[in-house]
């Protein structure tokens, strides 16, 4: 690509006579270009050469411009090959504060999900899983372990614990394609009611890094819940790691008004048993 070419494909040269920073001006020709589709994602951006060229400044500039990009996961920099527009997150507003699986929320949003069955056994429980379920130590459980798919980018793992006596059918069904939730609500007219979940950041191991084809120590968000049904029977214990770098929870929040009672909501419980609550 030509230093014109390239220029043309970012729009206007620095304004030398903005009070903008010559970085911050770039950065938004960049994120211009990614904004309108001019670079797709996964496609190289010009070189640091090709960018000081085009725009006529230093290298510390534009550096520190691609470093802003990088932050705000706009782009991803690979040593040695260059800077490349990152994939779009995807975003979920269900899966933090509804009891809509992740099978439901990407659908709804487009995308046609699907999920590889890595583990489908039954089980004696062990005392984290029996005490979350409310079942007897080495009752038998089903443990479901999908990794799931948009596209063909792996995207979330996540293994579900739930009573054997409940939904016996689960142990042979086909979960490829179709929803866990869904296969409860058809088969045994269990339906979810409410449940709890948590949500923090780790880094991936070896075999998370493996499964979702990143480097390890990249980037992971671990979610744990217990949901229960209608007749407050705790039905599943999960575990789900998402990808740190195609993953994005949004919620809606409000003030608590003055009739309302917010002693339920305790955001500082960290102990051990909230999920069994």
């Known amino acids: 690509?030509?230093?014109?070419?390239?220029?043309?494909?970012?729009?206007?040269?620095?304004?030398?006579?903005?009070?903008?920073?010559?970085?911050?001006?770039?950065?938004?020709?960049?994120?211009?270009?990614?904004?309108?589709?001019?670079?797709?994602?996964?496609?190289?951006?010009?070189?640091?050469?090709?960018?000081?060229?085009?725009?006529?400044?230093?290298?510390?500039?534009?550096?520190?411009?691609?470093?802003?990009?990088?932050?705000?996961?706009?782009?991803?920099?690979?040593?040695?090959?260059?800077t490349f527009v990152a994939e779009p997150k995807i975003s979920s507003t269900s899966l933090v504060h509804s009891l809509v699986g992740f099978h439901q929320?990407?659908?709804?949003?487009?995308?046609?999900?699907?999920?590889?069955?890595?583990?489908?056994?039954?089980?004696?429980?062990?005392q984290q899983v029996a005490h979350y379920l409310h079942?007897?130590?080495?009752?038998?459980v089903i443990k479901l372990e999908r990794l799931r798919y948009i596209r063909q980018d792996p995207i979330v793992l996540v293994t579900s614990y739930l009573p054997y006596?409940?939904?016996?059918?689960?142990?042979?069904?086909?979960?490829?394609?179709?929803?866990?939730?869904?296969?409860?609500?058809?088969?045994?007219?269990?339906?979810?009611?409410?449940?709890?979940?948590?949500?923090?950041a780790v880094v991936a191991n070896d075999e998370l890094a493996s499964l979702f084809q990143v480097e390890p120590g990249s980037p992971l968000l671990r979610m744990e819940s217990v949901s229960f049904s209608e007749q407050d029977r705790a039905i599943e214990y999960f575990i789900g790691y998402f990808r740190g770098d195609r993953s994005r929870f949004e919620v809606e929040v409000n003030r608590f008004g003055p009739q309302s009672d917010p002693s339920h909501i305790d955001p500082l419980r960290m102990d051990e048993d909230w999920l069994a609550r």
């Open 1 to 82: 690509m030509t230093t014109s070419s390239t220029a043309s494909r970012l729009g206007p040269r620095i304004d030398r006579s903005s009070a903008l920073p010559y970085y911050v001006q770039l950065k938004e020709r960049l994120m211009e270009g990614i904004r309108t589709g001019r670079w797709q994602p996964g496609e190289r951006l010009p070189s640091e050469l090709e960018l000081c060229e085009s725009f006529n400044v230093s290298r510390t500039v534009v550096r520190q411009a691609l470093q802003e990009l990088a932050y705000e996961g706009l782009v991803v920099r690979e040593k040695g090959r260059g």
């Open 105 to 126: 929320d990407m659908a709804e949003r487009g995308f046609e999900p699907h999920s590889k069955v890595l583990e489908q056994v039954m089980l004696p429980a062990n």
């Open 135 to 140: 079942l007897e130590e080495l009752s038998p």
């Open 165 to 200: 006596e409940l939904c016996p059918l689960a142990l042979s069904a086909d979960f490829s394609q179709h929803s866990l939730y869904a296969f409860l609500e058809e088969n045994y007219d269990i339906s979810l009611n409410r449940g709890r979940r948590r949500i923090e």
